[in-house]
């Protein structure tokens, strides 16, 4: 990936933006700022650094003593946030306790009752949840894209929400958890620049991101507003800690950190401070995986008993162009389907010795499951299926062991299964 206007590629600015050693003691890497509340230097500050933060004015905007409360910004929370808007190639990022912290307030930034949705499937079980269970109970519906590759998918599926409400928000997981479909970003943003006329406004788009992360695609350099990321995954990488991020313009970012202030789910000290650690090696743990994914995708294609590889290095025709243009690695996470239903799952599941069986990606370690019965287990069967999700799916997170081991250990599992 490219320098960009800091002068810097990516690997470097996960290491060097957002803190100075001058900052702290000469420190050469970050203290955790571990406080709750900050204290004023005079009845004046107290007023300056409250106006500079409620009202954008202020001789307090921007210096290093306009912090108030944990809860409204600390020093931790604003170099994760600088390093991760550099790495998204954005203006500005707002950073939450969990992806669906970034999720859900996102969604209730920027959503309205009477709106309409457009969410590509399949996608996350709990993203899911959300736009089916609770946005309804506020006058919010949503509609679903399949083979987000295609215009005329695409521009179907827009027609159908706009003839149910005004179009507000698009949601993008591309690649999908857990199949790894591949969603025409630049082309969803087009489509949706030629239908707002009518609607008088084009609708928002949002793009997960989680699955490749910020050096392996750019949703905001393909035409996207904001770029979200699970930042428990690759990001974060040792499966300790727990957040998300959300990039784009200055303006969208400041409404969700407004709606964080008040919902109060910014990312602790503690976790930032272990995040800017973790994206200090994201460069190399993201080739490092990469690398031994193709290696064990490959495996699993040539396996008699495996019915079909969603890896993305595999996929063909429009989909792979999609690829091609918009994605500049793989990632290590994909899907396998084994001949057979969940009987043939479970046994291969549980013969395993050295990848562990449980949910989330994205760690050092190798991690699979059968999404239908886990992170999937909510979503109804008819639309699971209709996502390329059945019950002999098998979502694999390639870490960072030696693919030798992790083939092995897949070859015997193979064959009780």
């Not at 969208?252 to 650690?277: E, I, Q, Y």
């Not at 760690?363 to 996502?387: D, F, K, M, W």
Request: charge should be negative; aromatic fraction near 8%; charged fraction near 20%.
């Amino acid at each position: 990936m490219a320098a960009d206007a800091h002068g810097l590629s990516p690997e470097t600015q996960a290491i060097t933006l957002g803190y100075s050693s001058s900052m702290a003691f000469g420190a050469v890497k970050p203290p955790a700022v571990m406080t709750t509340t900050f204290a004023y230097a005079s009845a004046q500050h107290a007023k300056d650094v409250h106006e500079a933060f409620f009202e954008g004015t202020g001789p307090a905007v921007g210096a290093t003593d306009a912090y108030i409360y944990t809860r409204l910004g600390h020093p931790n929370l604003t170099m994760v946030e600088t390093r991760l808007a550099a790495l998204d190639g954005a203006e500005a990022s707002a950073v939450f306790c969990s992806g669906m912290a970034a999720i859900s307030t996102t969604l209730l930034a920027f959503l309205r009752p009477g709106d309409t949705v457009l969410c590509s499937r399949p996608c996350y079980g709990g993203t899911d949840g959300y736009l089916t269970t609770i946005l309804p109970e506020f006058g919010v519906s949503t509609f679903g894209i399949i083979e987000g590759y295609k215009d005329a998918n695409i521009r179907a599926a827009m027609e159908a929400a706009m003839a149910a409400g005004p179009l507000r928000l698009i949601h993008l997981e591309s690649p999908a958890n857990p199949t790894a479909a591949i969603v025409d970003i630049a082309a969803v943003t087009r489509i949706a620049d030629e239908l707002a006329p009518r609607q008088g406004f084009r609708p928002l788009v949002v793009v997960d991101n989680t699955f490749l992360g910020p050096l392996l695609q750019s949703p905001l350099a393909l035409g996207a507003d904001l770029s979200m990321t699970s930042l428990t995954k690759y990001c974060g990488g040792h499966s300790d800690l727990m957040a998300g991020g959300v990039s784009g313009s200055a303006a969208l970012v400041a409404k969700l950190k407004a709606l964080r202030t008040l919902s109060g789910n910014h990312l602790d000290p503690f976790s930032s401070w272990l995040l800017l650690r973790s994206f200090e090696t994201l460069g190399l743990r993201t080739d490092r995986a990469c690398g031994s994914a193709r290696a064990v995708a490959e495996f699993l294609r040539a396996h008699p008993k495996v019915a079909a590889v969603t890896y993305l290095g595999f996929i063909e025709g429009e989909a792979r162009e999609v690829f091609d243009r918009q994605c500049r690695g793989t990632g290590s996470t994909f899907s396998f389907r084994l001949h057979g239903g969940e009987a043939e799952a479970f046994r291969l599941l549980d013969a395993l010795r050295v990848l562990r069986l449980a949910v989330s990606l994205g760690g050092s370690e190798t991690l699979i499951c059968n999404p239908a019965t886990t992170t999937h287990y909510q979503v109804p069967r008819e639309r699971r299926e209709a996502g390329g999700i059945f019950d002999s799916t098998l979502r694999l997170s390639v870490g960072l062991e030696a693919p030798a081991d992790l083939i092995a250990d897949l070859a015997q599992a193979l064959d009780a299964a």
